[in-house]
């Protein structure tokens, strides 16, 4: 799990992100980041009502967070991001997962320099 100060929570913080951001879009996940100008870099995400009951959204954000988790060393401080998964993210492997996100992260320039 993220430590607090690196969560995004409020509903005004995520709706800051998704309508002034940049995305990255994957069959897997929606990225949006949204430079800022703290010194940490926030993370939230969002699993929506079409991957069924609480249950399975609960386990798409779980992994969604750990698969996170592996890349928030590596990441340039001072971003909000929002990762969304979507449908198919339900019954995807971690490696898929985790294979989206690098790519969308670099994609978007949150990673370090060097990073592979």
């Keep these: 799990m993220l430590p607090v ?12 992100v998704y309508n002034k ?3 990255y879009v994957t069959d897997l996940i929606v990225v ?4 800022g100008r703290g010194d940490v870099t926030k993370i939230g995400f969002s699993v929506g ?7 399975a959204r609960n386990r798409v954000r779980r992994v969604l967070q750990e698969a996170t988790r ?8 001072g ?6 998964g979507r449908v198919k993210a339900g019954s ?4 898929a ?20």
């Design 97 to 116: 997962i985790s294979a989206a996100l690098q790519a969308a992260f670099t994609k978007l320039g949150v990673m370090n320099a060097g990073y592979h």
């Design 5 to 16: 100060q690196s969560r995004l929570k409020r509903r005004s913080e995520f709706g800051r």
């Design 21 to 23: 951001g940049r995305s």
């Design 92 to 95: 995807a492997t971690f490696a």
């Design 79 to 84: 971003f909000s991001i929002v990762v969304v």
């Design 70 to 77: 592996g890349f928030v060393s590596n990441m340039k401080s």
């Design 32 to 35: 949006y980041v949204l430079p």
């Design 49 to 55: 009502k079409k991957h069924g009951g609480a249950v």
